[in-house]
């Protein structure tokens, strides 16, 4: 199993920017495919961002606005998130071991999860 620990997370007005970061550490050979969720009050969780050996994958609704990016020698993995909108108000939660298909990535029930960053945007 791989622990994955986020930070970042925090209250911005709208259009601003915030860097997320998950930190990897143990089985990290599972990290070969990464990727970050939100989960908004009262929806679903959802795909935002993936990212498989150096090629990435991006919900249409954060294409433009969000990058993610990882450093192999700290097996850290950010996600960029510039103009903001109140609607990207979740809790953003990264996780390793995902499925990729297509434009989304999925997890499997052997996939790890951090414990998740809140992220406001205010209007």
């Known amino acids: 199993q791989v622990q994955l620990v986020e930070s970042g997370g925090g209250l911005v007005q709208a259009g601003g920017s915030l860097r997320l970061s998950c930190a990897a550490s143990?089985?990290?050979?599972?990290?070969?495919?990464m990727g970050w969720f939100r989960q908004a009050p009262g929806k679903e969780r959802e795909f935002v961002a993936g990212?498989?050996?150096?090629?990435?994958r991006y919900a249409d609704s954060v294409k433009g606005r969000f990058t993610i990016s990882r450093d192999n020698a700290k097996i850290t993995l950010y996600l960029q998130m510039n103009s903001l909108k109140p609607e990207d108000t979740a809790v953003y939660y990264c996780?390793?071991?995902?499925?990729?298909?297509?434009?989304?990535?999925?997890?499997?029930?052997?996939?790890?999860w951090g414990q998740g960053t809140q992220v406001t945007v205010s209007s």
């Open positions: 996780a390793a071991g995902l499925g990729c298909s297509g434009y989304v990535c999925t997890p499997s029930p052997n996939s790890s």
């Open positions: 143990g089985r990290t050979i599972s990290t070969y495919v």
């Open positions: 990212w498989i050996a150096g090629s990435t």
